[in-house]
């Protein structure tokens, strides 16, 4: 390319918007976790048997499982309710929250 | 007449005992059956196959009867994967109880 001053200018600016189009934000959706608080508990550390853990579960595993009852593909009458009200960055910022949370881990 | 009461009380109450054993999952028996799930839940960034790409989910002190649920929906369909439905559907409800015990105490004692 014949100018190069531009092309570290486009790359930079393509730099500088990534975090703003990027995944879910962790403060953004602790605000939003209050309703999933009552069975998920406060941090995703659920103390009921039935209400499965998601603090410290794979942001990307959280945001898929709630696309999947959004869509309907996963099925629960529970969590179908819950997500109606839920945008694309309403879950991308919710998988954010837990997933910082500590809890599950993978050393079985 | 008394003896005979109390006899029946405590076989009564060891059978009761040896039934809730049987149901209960057993983490050392459930880490000798574990060996179809660490391929894909023990390995630390692996993901599911394309076209829906994913973290495989973590189960690592997830609760145990939440865990024999899902195995359960996957054995029904009621929970789709191709992978996890072709899983359970060769798991016993006892091999299910002590999977999820495995996973649920992260046991990481010697096998039997």
Known sequence: MKNTKSMIGLALAVALAMPACAGG??????????????????????????????AGQHEDYLYHSLKAYKSGKRKNPIMSGQVANLSVQDMKDLAAFYAKKKGLSQKY | MKAAY??????????????????????????????????????PGWRTAFPETYKVPRL????????????????????????????????SDQDMEDLAAYYASSYSGPSK
């Open chain 1, 25 to 54: 934000n962790a403060e953004a959706g602790k605000a939003k976790s209050t309703t999933c608080a009552a069975c998920h508990g406060e941090d995703g550390n659920s103390p009921t048997a039935s209400f499965p853990k998601l």
């Open chain 2, 60 to 91: 690592g002190g997830q609760h145990a009867e939440y865990l024999v649920s899902a195995l359960k929906q996957y054995k029904t369909g009621e929970r789709n994967h191709p992978s996890m439905m072709a899983i359970s559907a060769s798991l």
């Open chain 2, 6 to 43: 109390l006899t029946t009380v405590v076989a009564a109450l060891f059978c009761a005992a040896s039934l809730s054993s049987q149901a209960a999952g057993d983490p050392v028996a459930g880490r000798n059956k574990n060996s179809m799930c660490a391929g894909c839940h023990g390995i």
